[in-house]
Nanobody, 121 residues
Framework: QVQLVESGGGLVQPGGSLRLSCAATGRLFNIASMGWYRQAPGKERELVAHITNTGSTTYTGSVQGRFTISRSRDSVKNTVYLQMNSLKPEDTAVYYC?????????????WGQGTQVTVSS
């Protein structure tokens, strides 16, 4: 019903920037919210940034002021972005996007496949 494709990860030096994208297609009539999560080795998955259908955003404290979540939509797909600046080694993780979509009255979560971000000199 909903397909997500992530892109934009890679290797970057400390202080550098990356932009992650997550394009969704399918039944996108009622997107409640979108978010980016990350999971580092040996750690639990954590919420990094979140945006609601009204455009309200929240960030975890460690990325506040460095990361920006945004979205765009056209007739075919909806895309959520995560602009990451001033990257630090502790930002190294697999990053996942998540869409929360209401379909026929039920709330459903859809996850991207994950993209590796490595911050290292």
């Amino acid at each position: 019903q909903v397909q997500l494709v992530e892109s934009g990860g890679g290797l970057v030096q400390p202080g550098g920037s990356l932009r992650l994208s997550c394009a969704a297609t399918g039944r996108l009539f009622n997107i409640a919210s979108m978010g980016w999560y990350r999971q580092a080795p040996g750690k639990e998955r954590e919420l990094v940034a979140h945006i609601t259908n009204t455009g309200s955003t929240t960030y975890t404290g460690s990325v506040q002021g460095r990361f920006t979540i945004s979205r765009s939509r056209d007739s075919v797909k909806n895309t959520v972005y995560l602009q990451m600046n001033s990257l630090k080694p502790e930002d190294t993780a697999v990053y996942y996007c998540k869409y929360t979509i209401v379909i026929t009255g039920r709330t459903n979560d859809y996850w991207g496949q994950g993209t590796q971000v490595t911050v290292s000199s």
